[in-house]
């Protein structure tokens, strides 16, 4: 059973930087595509950002490209969701996830494992 925590949440101003970090453990993480999506009050969960276990390739959503970046370190279980130029609409509960088949896509059905979330809030 693969356990996805995800931590680095928490309150911002618009135009600020934060760093969310999501630590796998119990499973072969440098085989899973990983992704990050959000979910604010009152909407659906939407994609943001995933990434392929070789790093080769990575996909945004077009709201957050040119802001958010995703990385993966596969030595240290963990994955990476760096947010620039934040905006009071990303505030959500952010969740990371994995798909141990190993393609990334924007849909969450595929993705097998998923973390408890973590609080972004953007202040305007």
């Known amino acids: 059973q693969v356990k996805l925590v995800e931590s680095g949440g928490g309150l911002v101003q618009a135009g600020g930087s934060m760093r969310l970090s999501c630590v796998a453990s119990?499973?072969?993480?440098?085989?899973?595509?990983m992704g990050w999506f959000r979910q604010a009050p009152g909407k659906e969960r939407e994609f943001v950002s995933a990434i392929v276990a070789s790093r080769s390739s990575t996909d945004y959503a077009d709201s957050v490209k040119g802001r958010f970046t995703i990385s993966r370190d596969n030595a240290e279980n963990t994955v990476y969701l760096q947010m620039n130029s934040l905006k009071p609409d990303d505030t959500a509960v952010y969740y990371c996830?994995?798909?141990?088949?190993?393609?990334?896509?924007?849909?969450?059905?595929?993705?097998?494992?998923w973390g408890q979330g973590t609080q972004v809030t953007v202040s305007s």
């Open positions: 119990g499973g072969t993480f440098s085989r899973y595509a």
């Open positions: 996830a994995a798909n141990s088949l190993g393609y990334i896509t924007r849909n969450p059905r595929p993705y097998d494992y």
